[in-house]
Nanobody, 123 residues
Framework: QVQLVESGGGLVQAGDSLTLSCAAS????????MGWFRQAPGKEREFVGV????????RYADSMKGRFTISRDNAKNTVYLQMNSLKPEDTAVYYC????????????????WGQGTQVTVST
C-alpha cells in the first residue's frame, strides 16, 4: 500500500516556475515508477511525465518536453515536478501516481493516486 500526498500547487503568472512535490508513505517507494498526470476542467486526465523507480529514465508528454522536469529522492520518499515557463493552458489539478509497470504513460497502469493539487496560471 502506498499513500501519496501532493503539495506545492498555487496561483502563478504566465512565465513563472513552480515545483510540485509528492510525498509517499511506505518502505517500498523505491520499487515504484512515479508518474504525474493533470486534469483541467471539462477535460480528461492527461499524462504529464513519469520517472522510473531508480530515477534513471524519464518520459514526458510532447507538450511538456523542455519545460517540465521530474526528479525523485528515494531517501525522502518524494518525487518532484518542476514546471518552467508556465502557460495558462497548464492550469489543472496535478496528480502523482505510483506504478510497478515501469515508466508507463497509461493511467490504467497506476495503482495508487494522490488527491491532487491545483495549479492555476494567470495571464
Amino acid at each position: 500500500q502506498v499513500q501519496l500526498v501532493e503539495s506545492g500547487g498555487g496561483l502563478v503568472q504566465a512565465g513563472d516556475s513552480l515545483t510540485l512535490s509528492c510525498a509517499a508513505s511506505g518502505r517500498t517507494f523505491s520499487y515504484y515508477a512515479m508518474g504525474w498526470f493533470r486534469q483541467a476542467p471539462g477535460k480528461e486526465r492527461e499524462f504529464v511525465g513519469v520517472i522510473s523507480s531508480s530515477g534513471t529514465i524519464t518520459r514526458y508528454a510532447d507538450s511538456m518536453k523542455g519545460r517540465f522536469t521530474i526528479s525523485r529522492d528515494n531517501a525522502k520518499n518524494t518525487v518532484y515536478l518542476q514546471m518552467n515557463s508556465l502557460k495558462p493552458e497548464d492550469t489543472a489539478v496535478y496528480y502523482c501516481a505510483a506504478t510497478l509497470s515501469g515508466a508507463t504513460a497509461r493511467a490504467g497502469d497506476y495503482a495508487y493516486w494522490g488527491q491532487g493539487t491545483q495549479v492555476t496560471v494567470s495571464t
